[in-house]
């Protein structure tokens, strides 16, 4: 059987700061798309990173008296050290200052000069350094005497230069019947939308080099100008996989990209130009797009003037990663704004995963060693009851798959938390305890059955709380090798002749006041 290859990236990050909730959403988003692709039996490859050239990092790295490259060395550790605190399974850290992506950046300019797409002219117009985008007159408006971006609030400043241009406006109507044959090239369809729209007003052609700074990576055979901090960084999609060298295994597995996570105030540049740049070079076009909403904070956009920022470390230091990893796919829509605060991730910790998840396991592992010798008990005749909680969650398996597929997390989730409520009720009503004396046989079907549910739910939270379903899937003796999709749908994986492990409590209710 051929291997299936799948190929996921988060956004490459900007370190001109600390790394915030948003950064962690979009990384933990794409690690639980790459954890299940893995469980079943994809071969993945998991792209994070850091974006590290422009003119705000140079303004960064002056204010705080270092070179931007040292600057950018210290700032992309953090976010290095982000991939372990939130425990991604990313293969690979790109950074746009490695000789890898310079080799990339240089072939695409050159593919795009080859193609005609590229030409030299003066650019005037809208510009915001923090957004590194152009803005056009209709995008922007006065605010307290100061000229900002309406959809990032930015600051924006009138800039006159000479640039190389990119042909935007010549890709107009290929892109609009790209997104036409194409109708999940774009997801959501709000932001499918939103893109069609932009683009059937009419493109413009896109400046694609400055002259005003030096920190970028130089025009080939023109050094006076640095290459646009967008066409650079989109490429390192391809720098990673070893590109110009489209014979490169690793090339050739991977590329095009099975879904790109990002934020939706990128949408333009990752939906719009970056199909463009890729059309002119004659490369093929990343499957999908996929624009997530942003975290908001009791309802308010994050920022320091408030003072409501949720630092992600440090809510994992006081609760755990798996929780702020299950809080955020549980109760964020993926792909709308989402608010989140300490009090529901509180209540969620408490409800879902402490008093469903996590007592479902206790109990019933508490069972089996009281009751059976620690180990779990052999099966007898399975009553209708029995049959159609083993079958609900066997017969959705496709469902499951599909809603990944589709990005749809929190049907996901919603599904197999449901599932966790039934097997708690299963327990509840079939009263296990009753039948010790009268009907042995039958409390051995019963806790049979409960654990086979108990795996079951594990390998399809793994994903999204990879720390906890591990360690309760080690404690009824399932190896790393049998955490699969397809391990749902088989019977006889469990071993009866081991002792259950110890478990530990899985989740800490949290008191309201703590």
């Known amino acids: 059987m051929p291997v299936k290859n799948f190929y996921i990236t988060t956004p490459i990050y900007y370190p001109s700061g600390k790394p915030h909730m948003g950064h962690a959403y979009s990384s933990i988003i794409a690690d639980i798309f790459a954890r299940f692709k893995r469980l079943e039996g994809f071969n ?3 792209l994070t990173g850091t974006d590290e050239h422009g003119q705000k990092i140079q303004k960064e790295a002056e204010k705080n008296r270092k070179e931007p490259k040292v600057f950018c060395d210290e700032i992309s550790e953090t976010f290095r050290s982000l991939t372990k605190t939130l425990n991604l399974t990313n293969n690979d850290f790109i950074r746009t200052t490695e000789p890898r992506h310079l080799k990339s950046v240089n072939d695409i300019w050159n593919r ?31 605010r307290d005497g100061k000229k900002i971006s309406r959809t990032s609030g930015s600051l924006v400043e009138w800039v006159e230069e000479e640039s190389y241009f990119f042909k935007l406006s010549a890709c107009q109507k290929k892109l609009l019947n790209h997104y036409k044959k194409n109708k999940e090239f774009i997801l959501p369809q709000s932001r499918r939308n939103e893109v069609i729209s932009f683009v059937e007003k009419g493109l413009k052609d896109l400046s694609i080099s400055r002259t005003s700074f030096s920190w970028g990576i130089p025009v080939p055979g023109n050094k006076k100008h640095v290459i646009y901090v967008w066409l650079d960084a989109l490429t390192n999609y391809l720098s990673a996989l070893n590109f110009p060298n489209t014979s490169d295994e690793k090339y050739k597995s991977f590329w095009p990209a099975d879904v790109h996570i990002i934020g ?21 076009l990343p499957k999908r797009i996929f624009g997530h909403g942003w975290i908001l904070s009791d309802e308010k956009k994050m920022s320091k003037s408030l003072g409501n920022i949720l630092d992600p470390i440090e809510i994992i230091k006081n609760y755990g990663v ?27 910790i408490n409800n879902d995963l402490a008093n ?17 010798n620690n180990k779990i008990p052999k099966a007898g005749d399975f009553e209708k009851n029995d049959e159609k909680l083993i079958k609900n969650i066997k017969n959705n398996v496709p469902k499951l798959i599909e809603l990944i597929n589709e990005q749809n997390l929190n049907e996901y989730i919603k599904l197999v938390v449901n599932f966790s409520f039934e097997a708690n009720k299963y327990f509840n009503d079939s009263e296990p305890w009753t039948y010790k004396k009268k009907d042995p046989k039958r409390m051995n079907t019963i806790l049979y059955i409960i654990v086979e549910q108990i795996k079951n739910i594990s390998i399809l939270l793994n994903p999204i709380i990879p720390i906890s379903t591990k360690k309760v899937l080690d404690t009824i003796n399932i190896s790393d090798k049998d955490i699969s999709i397809e391990n749902i749908k088989k019977e006889n994986i469990l071993n009866l002749n081991k002792e259950l492990k110890n478990l530990d409590i899985l989740f800490k209710k949290i008191d309201n006041d703590n």
Not at 116 to 136: F, M, N, P, T
Not at 264 to 280: E, G, S, T
Request: aromatic share 18%; hydrophobic share 35%; net charge negative.
């Open 322 to 348: 798996d929780q702020l990893r299950y809080y955020l796919i549980k109760e964020v829509s993926l792909g709308n704004d989402g608010s989140i605060s300490m009090e529901n991730l509180k209540n969620c």
């Open 356 to 372: 469903n998840y996590g007592n479902l396991c206790q109990r019933v592992f508490s069972f089996i060693k009281k009751n059976c």
């Open 264 to 284: 939706k105030d990128i949408l333009r540049f990752h939906a719009i130009y970056w199909p463009a740049f890729l059309f002119a070079a004659n490369l093929p």
């Open 44 to 46: 993945v490859l998991f």
């Open 112 to 142: 795009l000069i080859k193609s005609g797409d590229i030409y030299l002219d003066k650019y005037s117009g809208w510009y915001s350094v923090s957004d590194e985008a152009y803005y056009d007159e209709d995008e922007i408006e006065e």
